[in-house]
């Protein structure tokens, strides 16, 4: 099994690689891949060193599944070249994630829906992920109506400059700023750029990737994102309106349930899901359940989860282990 990890170097693509370890992922040849500037530099996996190679040099050697993890651009000019060699690429940028004919996974929510046709397969924003995980079955039963998030995300959403800023600032050190204000005890509600109904691009992916992940295009769900000081996990809180009466007992008992979820709700002790908790783990944590008495099927949420695990890597990961253990991909035998 030949697996390319394209961004090998950046966050999400060196927490790709400690996933595919840790998960035991069926790695029997790791093609590490970034770009020109970083080609020769060497990464760490399951204690061996490998060589980072160019786009060009990793689709020669045809990778069985690349996961992706290089922006945008990158990933429009090269995906499809990866593709044409029979690869499988598992995206983790926006550039795919809405084109009608590629498939948003979040593997517990609609994995269901790969049969082993796709050659591209979008992975989602890393907000949508854990906001699926709770609305899915939330959904199933009792039927969404309205969904309001406000998120607060962390600066490892933003990257390398982003931590390197933070980090600057607490030393009182000037450097690159990665972000237009300065982020250390500060917030800024502005995660990705402003478009033309003022809302910005990471606002408008939770509303049109969760509709898509959801089937229900038109779901009412608005969202505001704001970037926080935390340098591990976004966080949501969630305002739900449903077409059924909610019990609260029945809800978390519900959630305590689902494949990937922790349950962390009892205020009279102080439990509740928090970054701290959820760094470097790959579960979503939901508390704070409490009814919204200004509606009739109202509640209020709290979710937590490592936005470079479960929000990116993880969920990728997750993905090939999917196509593995249905045996979707031509010719390989279930895990």
């Not at 990866?82 to 994630?97: L, Q």
Request: glycine share 8%; with cysteine.
């Amino acid at each position: 099994m030949k697996i390319a990890v394209v961004g090998a170097t950046g966050l999400v693509g060196q927490k790709m690689l400690q996933v595919l370890e840790e998960r035991n992922f069926p790695v029997t040849e790791l093609i590490p891949v970034a770009s020109e500037r970083s080609v020769g530099k060497e990464v760490v996996f399951s204690k061996k060193s490998y060589r980072v190679v160019s786009m060009k040099d990793a689709i020669e050697q045809k990778p069985d599944i690349a996961l992706f993890s290089a922006g945008g651009a990158t990933s429009l000019e090269w995906a499809p070249r990866f593709a044409e060699v029979g690869c499988v690429v598992i995206d983790n940028s926006s550039a795919w994630r809405m084109e009608k004919y590629i498939k948003l996974i979040v593997p517990e929510v609609n994995g269901n829906s790969l049969d082993g046709s796709e050659k591209i397969i979008a992975n989602p924003n890393c907000s949508t992920i854990q906001l699926m995980m709770i609305l899915k079955p939330i959904d199933e039963h009792y039927g969404l109506k309205r969904v309001v998030v406000s998120t607060y995300q962390s600066i490892t959403g933003t990257g390398v400059a982003a931590v390197e800023q933070m980090e600057n600032e607490r030393k009182g050190v000037k450097g690159a700023m990665a972000y237009p204000y300065q982020i250390d005890q500060n917030c800024i509600p502005h995660c990705d750029v402003f478009t033309d109904n003022g809302y910005t691009k990471e606002e408008m992916k939770l509303v049109h990737e969760s509709r898509k992940i959801l089937g229900i295009p038109e779901l009412k769900i608005t969202a505001t994102a704001v970037r926080v000081p935390t340098k591990g996990g976004h966080s949501e809180s969630v305002n739900i309106e449903t077409e059924k009466p909610i019990d609260l007992t029945e809800l978390r008992g519900m959630l305590n349930e689902q494949p990937g979820v922790t349950l962390r709700d009892n205020p009279d002790v102080n439990v509740y899901p928090m970054p701290w908790y959820a760094h470097d783990v790959d579960d979503v944590f939901v508390g704070r359940i409490r009814r919204d008495e200004s509606v009739d099927n109202g509640v209020n949420l709290w979710i937590v989860a490592d936005n470079l695990r479960k929000g990116a890597a993880t969920n990728a990961v997750q993905i090939a282990e999917y196509l593995l253990a249905n045996e979707l991909l031509t010719g390989r035998p279930s895990s």
